[in-house]
Protein backbone atom coordinates (compact mmCIF):
# COMPACT_ATOMS: atom_id res chain seq x y z
CA UNK A 1 0.00 0.00 0.00
CA UNK A 2 1.05 3.49 -0.79
CA UNK A 3 0.06 7.04 0.74
CA UNK A 4 -2.15 7.38 -2.08
CA UNK A 5 -3.97 4.07 -1.82
CA UNK A 6 -3.89 4.35 2.02
CA UNK A 7 -7.86 6.06 2.10
CA UNK A 8 -8.96 3.07 0.04
CA UNK A 9 -10.78 0.57 1.60
CA UNK A 10 -10.67 -3.24 1.59
CA UNK A 11 -13.38 -3.63 -0.55
CA UNK A 12 -12.67 -1.48 -3.77
CA UNK A 13 -9.24 -3.56 -3.21
CA UNK A 14 -11.28 -7.29 -3.44
CA UNK A 15 -13.35 -5.44 -6.02
CA UNK A 16 -10.51 -4.64 -8.22
CA UNK A 17 -8.76 -7.47 -7.90
CA UNK A 18 -11.81 -9.52 -8.88
CA UNK A 19 -12.15 -7.17 -11.64
CA UNK A 20 -8.73 -8.10 -13.40
CA UNK A 21 -7.62 -11.09 -15.17
CA UNK A 22 -4.49 -11.75 -12.99
CA UNK A 23 -6.87 -11.35 -9.92
CA UNK A 24 -4.12 -9.00 -8.29
CA UNK A 25 -3.54 -5.55 -7.62
CA UNK A 26 -0.41 -3.92 -8.67
CA UNK A 27 1.93 -2.96 -6.08
CA UNK A 28 4.60 -0.61 -6.49
CA UNK A 29 7.45 -2.54 -7.19
CA UNK A 30 5.80 -4.22 -10.30
CA UNK A 31 5.13 -0.19 -11.46
CA UNK A 32 8.84 -0.26 -10.92
CA UNK A 33 9.23 -2.97 -13.20
CA UNK A 34 7.61 -1.62 -15.93
CA UNK A 35 9.84 2.29 -15.51
CA UNK A 36 13.05 0.42 -15.48
CA UNK A 37 12.54 -1.64 -18.59
CA UNK A 38 11.32 1.43 -20.65
CA UNK A 39 14.60 3.41 -18.76
CA UNK A 40 16.70 0.54 -19.92
CA UNK A 41 18.97 -0.54 -23.62
CA UNK A 42 15.89 -2.88 -24.35
CA UNK A 43 13.55 -0.27 -25.07
CA UNK A 44 15.62 1.18 -27.04
CA UNK A 45 12.73 1.25 -30.41
CA UNK A 46 9.80 1.67 -28.49
CA UNK A 47 8.35 5.34 -28.70
CA UNK A 48 5.30 7.21 -27.52
CA UNK A 49 3.61 4.45 -25.80
CA UNK A 50 0.92 4.44 -23.36
CA UNK A 51 1.12 1.40 -20.77
CA UNK A 52 -1.30 0.47 -18.49
CA UNK A 53 0.58 -1.65 -15.51
CA UNK A 54 -2.78 -2.95 -14.13
CA UNK A 55 -2.95 -6.71 -14.45
CA UNK A 56 -5.13 -6.01 -17.13
CA UNK A 57 -8.48 -4.13 -15.14
CA UNK A 58 -8.14 -1.77 -18.29
CA UNK A 59 -8.33 -3.32 -21.79
CA UNK A 60 -8.40 -1.86 -24.64
Known amino acids: ?3 ASSATSEEVFQLIESSTPLRKVKDPAE ?3 AIVFFASPLA ?3 TGQNLMV ?3 LVMN
Do not use: L, P
Request: proline share 0%; hydrophobic share 40%.
Open 1 to 3: MTD
Open 31 to 33: VAD
Open 44 to 46: RAV
Open 54 to 56: DGG
